[in-house]
Nanobody, 115 residues
Framework: QVRLVESGGGLVQAGGSLRLSCVVS????????IGWYRQAPGNQREWIAD???????NYDDSKKGRFTISRDNTKNTAYLQLNSLKPADTAVYYC?????????WGQGTQVTVSS
């Protein structure tokens, strides 16, 4: 059974930072790309970044420079470092992985940025 568990969200003031974690089980983590997405109330889920099994990263242009994706294959964990947070970054953040030919989502972690 594939399982993704996000953590690290919370309430932070504008300009602050958070590091989100995504622990993955049920797939060969080191062989899979991992993606991060977010969804704000009333909005569609949007792609933030992904990281390949080899560590190559890709970012949405609007997030590049403030957000950093990384992974630790020894811990089956992907990370998303969020810096210089803005109230517009308030959303539920999700990680995503493909396993067994299917896409899998975590339950999400809430990030709230106060002004």
């Amino acid at each position: 059974q594939v399982r993704l568990v996000e953590s690290g969200g919370g309430l932070v003031q504008a300009g602050g930072s958070l590091r989100l974690s995504c622990v993955v089980s049920g797939i060969t983590f080191s062989s899979n790309a991992i993606g991060w997405y977010r969804q704000a109330p009333g909005n569609q889920r949007e792609w933030i970044a992904d990281i390949t099994s080899g560590g190559i990263t890709n970012y949405d242009d609007s997030k590049k420079g403030r957000f950093t994706i990384s992974r630790d294959n020894t811990k089956n964990t992907a990370y998303l470092q969020l810096n210089s947070l803005k109230p517009a970054d308030t959303a539920v953040y999700y990680c995503f992985a493909v396993g067994g030919g299917l896409g899998h989502w975590g339950q999400g972690t809430q990030v709230t940025v106060s002004s």
